[in-house]
T-cell receptor, first 113, second 111 residues
Framework: GAVVSQHPSRVICKSGTSVKIECRSL??????MFWYRQFPKQSLMLMAT?????????EQGVEKDKFLINHASLTLSTLTVTSAHPEDSSFYIC?????????FGQGTRLTVV | GENVEQHPSTLSVQEGDSAVIKCTYS??????FPWYKQELGKRPQLIID?????GEKKDQRIAVTLNKTAKHFSLHITETQPEDSAVYFC??????????FGSGTRLQVQP
């Protein structure tokens, strides 16, 4: 199957700083990637859709100025959490579709202290 | 948009018994219904999926059924084993769009 790689897998940052998470499709091109957030014991919730060469589209309630998404190539999308706060602590996971099947990155456990 | 409801939230079965998890969806345009197993801190792992042109699909101990008219689909695991213990999510999508996930079912298989 297709491979999607996400880094870092874990990150701890201080409140007020920014964190960048990378999502790469290793063996296929992805014009679209999705970013999800999962709080403990909850489901995966779509945050935004990353579109190669154009602006991301954000779900209702997700601050686009706080969660910056860049999809500069057909294999890389990045999510930057700016001015992180403890309530941003969560499991962030990307996925890329190939046909209708989704391929997930490993996820990033973000802890803001 | 799509809304997916999943039941039960927790399910405890004895080893060797069957487990059934049910989901309903709201968007009749949805045509792809995957099921995922997620272990703590890991990415969701696709265990089986079904498309809207099929009513049932089976893969060894796992089967999924889809009723398009009623807009519900179910996961059936037979001969459960302790290693089946995990959180299971159903999801729905249309084509290459984002998945909408159910709320999850924590399955515990008691040895």
């Amino acid at each position: 199957g297709a491979v999607v790689s996400q880094h870092p897998s874990r990150v701890i940052c201080k409140s007020g700083t920014s964190v960048k998470i990378e999502c790469r499709s290793l063996d296929f091109q992805a014009t679209t990637m999705f970013w999800y957030r999962q709080f403990p014991k909850q489901s995966l919730m779509l945050m935004a859709t990353s579109n190669e060469g154009s602006k991301a589209t954000y779900e209702q309630g997700v601050e686009k100025d706080k969660f910056l998404i860049n999809h500069a190539s057909l294999t890389l999308s990045t999510l930057t959490v700016t001015s992180a706060h403890p309530e941003d602590s969560s499991f962030y996971i990307c996925s890329a579709p190939r046909t209708d099947e989704a391929f997930f990155g490993q996820g990033t456990r973000l802890t803001v202290v | 948009g799509e809304n997916v409801e999943q039941h039960p939230s927790t399910l405890s079965v004895q080893e060797g018994d069957s487990a059934v998890i049910k989901c309903t969806y709201s968007d009749s345009a949805s045509n792809y219904f995957p099921w995922y197993k997620q272990e703590l801190g890991k990415r969701p792992q696709l265990i089986i999926d079904i498309r809207s042109n099929v009513g049932e699909k089976k893969d060894q101990r796992i089967a999924v059924t889809l009723n398009k008219t009623a807009k519900h689909f179910s996961l059936h695991i037979t001969e459960t084993q302790p290693e089946d213990s995990a959180v299971y999510f159903c999801a729905a999508s249309t084509g290459r769009r984002a998945l909408t996930f159910g709320s999850g079912t924590r399955l515990q298989v008691q040895p």
